[in-house]
């Protein structure tokens, strides 16, 4: 996944947002959209393990053995349940960017 960095001019903002609906915004509107967006990212995370998965040609089983995690956890990953984080989530990023190189160093 890509991050990109974005830069708002408030200036540009001026009269385009709805000062009344942004004040009348409660705490638990709030939460509610940050556990929405929150779930949105955690499929989007689910999609590209998925397809580094695939790509490499393996089933769950397969996966979970090369990366050692339980197969539970890629389920999890691709059902977009929960995210992977930490090494996980980096060892994704080298099997998503050089796949030869990661397998060839997990076997």
């Known amino acids: 996944m890509k991050t990109q960095r974005v830069v708002i001019n408030s200036s540009v903002l001026k009269g385009q947002a709805d000062l009344a609906k ?39 089983s397969e996966f979970s053995k090369t990366i050692d995690v339980s197969v539970e956890t890629i389920r999890n990953w691709e059902q977009g349940k929960r995210s992977p984080t930490g090494a996980a989530k980096a ?17």
């Open 22 to 60: 942004l004040d009348s915004t409660s705490e638990q509107d709030i939460e509610f959209q940050v556990k929405a967006d929150d779930e949105d990212a955690a499929k989007d995370a689910g999609k590209h393990v998925l397809r580094i998965r695939r790509r490499l040609g393996l089933s769950q």
């Open 91 to 107: 060892l994704l990023k080298i099997l998503d960017k050089a796949p030869d190189v990661a397998l060839c160093a997990l076997r």
